[in-house]
């Protein structure tokens, strides 16, 4: 039994579908597909529940973008008129939502009278009733609920397809199985009682096909919870680690792991093999390719992760497993260094305003805020009487964090900062990137060099 895990770019439309049923019709043994939202659905999803949470607590929507230091006041109700017109608007891009699902399964399906007409009306009705009731005032509750439905549409259109033509599967609704603490939006997994129940739910008694969906579990009491952006490849894992999968193969529109975003640096190249210890390293300082948590549940039980292209899926991609070089590159057996880039960051200043030290007691306090909030630090650095910490940019987060911290410190936030990452680097490799870039700080070890820039 192996894992199949398909992005939003690989169901982003019919024809990309079409190419699914095809990569999947040449597997002949017990499979589970998990498949993501449908091309850019997650993104979507997020514009309409801001606008629904935003227009009840007086907010100004996506289009304006303040402050980091100007927190929101969740005490102020918007007036009827202001709640009217956010609503309008989010109604708006939910028909725009629906709209974009509704073509794929036009050009899919030609039979009117099919039930995935009915499924799709479904769900778009139940996110219809949900946008005409009252948000709560927690925002991550009200995001994992609505953002939930991507997948929930995506892999039912999906697994209605595949039986169309004739690639029998059964439908298994992955907050069944997956089980995680109350936190949402990046809860915990509940490791015991997800593994008692995943084997009980893709049993493969009526078919040796299951298909499930990426980025979301529930509570004990069955709230829906989402793992964090881009947390279809966790999924995947998760459901590898559960049923002793023989192997997992992620589906992208690229060949595989690159020692950089092609995009970015024009001569990047593919990496054959990556070590489990240089993936882990790879995804904490911000490599996209892969989710973060993905690589430790298959590290527990060696369970090979292939990433591989479905646009040319003869390709061999990149396997990570375990091996005794970190990574070996495409045309030789060398370690060569690895190049990651995260632009969007935030740098947060603190100062004591007594300028005694940032000793046990404050930096406990500062830990305590930022676990609060669920921050995560990309890069943190601290002086005697200072402390820095680089983050990624999150406007429902940030305030809220850097309102507690101004009323124990001194706080200084610096906006549109970007995030260089050098594994395996040399002082030549340093210069070709970096060059004469303003550097906001700087750290190194044996291995890794990091630099925040500045415009």
Not at 48 to 56: A, C, I, N, R, S
Not at 309 to 330: C, K
């Amino acid at each position: 039994m192996v894992i199949y895990k398909f992005g939003g770019a690989s169901v982003r439309n019919a024809d990309a579908v079409r190419n699914l049923a095809k990569i999947v019709s040449q597997y002949p043994r017990q499979l589970v597909i998990v498949v993501s939202a449908m091309g850019k659905t997650t993104t979507a999803l997020e514009e309409l529940v801001k606008l629904y949470v935003d227009g009840w607590f007086n907010a100004e929507g996506k289009a304006s973008r303040k402050p980091l230091t100007q927190a929101p006041d969740e005490s102020q109700i918007a007036d009827i008129e202001n709640w009217h017109h956010f609503k309008n608007r989010a109604f708006e891009k939910l028909e725009e939502i629906k709209n974009y699902h509704l073509e794929i399964v036009h050009d899919l399906f030609s039979d009117p009278k099919h039930q995935v007409y009915e499924d799709v009306d479904v769900y778009f009705s139940s996110l219809t009733g949900m946008l005409n009731s009252e948000p709560s005032t927690n925002y991550d509750y009200e995001y994992d609920r609505i953002v939930a439905f991507g997948e929930i549409i995506s892999t039912r259109i999906v697994s209605h397809y595949l039986n169309l033509e004739n690639i029998l599967n059964e439908w298994i609704d992955a907050r069944k199985c997956i089980k995680t603490t109350n936190f949402y939006r990046d809860p915990k997994i509940d490791w015991e009682s997800t593994s008692k129940l995943v084997p009980l739910g893709f049993h493969f008694k009526r078919t040796k096909i299951h298909i499930t969906q990426g980025f979301i579990g529930s509570t004990s009491d069955n709230h829906t919870t989402t793992l964090g952006r881009e947390g279809s490849d966790f999924s995947a894992a998760i459901l590898a680690f559960s049923l002793n999968a023989e192997y997992i193969t992620i589906w992208k529109d690229v060949d595989g792991v690159y020692n950089a975003d092609p995009k970015w640096i024009e001569k990047s190249e593919r990496l054959q093999k990556i070590s489990y210890h240089e993936a882990i390293e790879l995804t904490y300082y911000g490599a996209t390719v892969i989710h973060p948590k993905t690589i430790k549940p298959l590290q527990n039980k060696r369970i090979p992760l292939y990433v591989r292209s479905f646009i040319s899926p003869e390709n061999p991609g990149t396997l990570i497993h375990s091996f005794d070089a970190p990574n070996i590159g495409a045309n030789s057996g060398l370690t060569i260094p690895v190049f990651i880039r995260k632009p969007n960051q935030v740098m947060i200043s603190v100062k004591t305003f007594d300028f005694s030290f940032v000793a046990e007691d404050n930096l406990s306090l500062l830990f305590g805020l930022f676990a609060k909030y669920r921050v995560r630090t990309n890069l943190m650095q601290n002086s005697a009487i200072s402390f820095m910490a680089c983050v990624d940019y999150d406007a429902t987060k940030l305030p809220k964090l850097v309102r507690d911290l101004s009323s124990e410190f001194d706080v200084e936030v610096t906006e549109d900062l970007e995030l260089i990452t050098i594994r395996h680097f040399t002082p030549e490799v340093i210069e070709q990137i970096i060059g004469d870039k303003k550097i906001i700080i700087q750290q190194r070890s044996r291995v890794t060099a990091r630099f925040v820039l500045g415009k």
